[in-house]
């Protein structure tokens, strides 16, 4: 089983339309929460960071569920923009490893 | 801004050559980081670095080494190339304790083994 573990999609949505990913993580002792963007044939770029109480970027919400290892991001309002791979991503150890889920393909059609 | 400067953006290598991939970043950051890309596996983690002259192995080490002699630079050492070694390689830098939980990508390296 992989560690951090995604719905690879693609997930095509109108504009305007409101998509929500998830992910799952199988390390209990990971200890921090990220999504990151990656677009098309360029470098990963943070998102956003996950904490536990929940947290709000504009059109974007994450939340964080420890007691189920489960982690979510949610796009309102979809541009064109949006249109990416969403990679789920969490780190662990002294040394703060960080692994990346398989990543979810997102495409906004107008 | 924080930049991480791969050595390469396209190589080419033949089977069996020693291949030297560099990253330098200059934020002063802790920890590099190796992943390979491929399609449909996403980021797998080779090795990171949390210190200069520390390493540790990460998802898919074999076939490969690193080097960290200087906190800036951290290399990825293809012993003997293969051709299940073509793939896209990204180099990270980040530092945890400063205020800042990002990891900053270098632009990649393609590497193909013919």
Redesign the interface.
Known sequence: RKEVEQD?GPFNVPEGATVAFNCTYSNSASQ?F?W?RQDCR?????LM?VYSSGNEDGRFTAQLNRASQYISLLIRDSKLSDSATY?C?V?RG??????????TRLMVKP | DVKVTQSSRYLVKRTGEKVFLECVQDMDHENMFWYRQDPGLGLRLIYFSYDVKMKEKGDIPEGYSVSREKKERFSLILESASTNQTSMYLCASRDPDRGGAEAFFGQGTRLTVV
């Not at chain 1, 360029?42 to 943070?46: A, D, F, S, V």
């Not at chain 1, 002294?94 to 990543?103: E, I, K, R, S, Y």
């Open positions: 690879p921090s990220f990151y360029k470098e990963p770029k943070l960071s990679l991503v780190s002294a040394g703060n490893m960080l692994t990346f889920g398989g990543g």
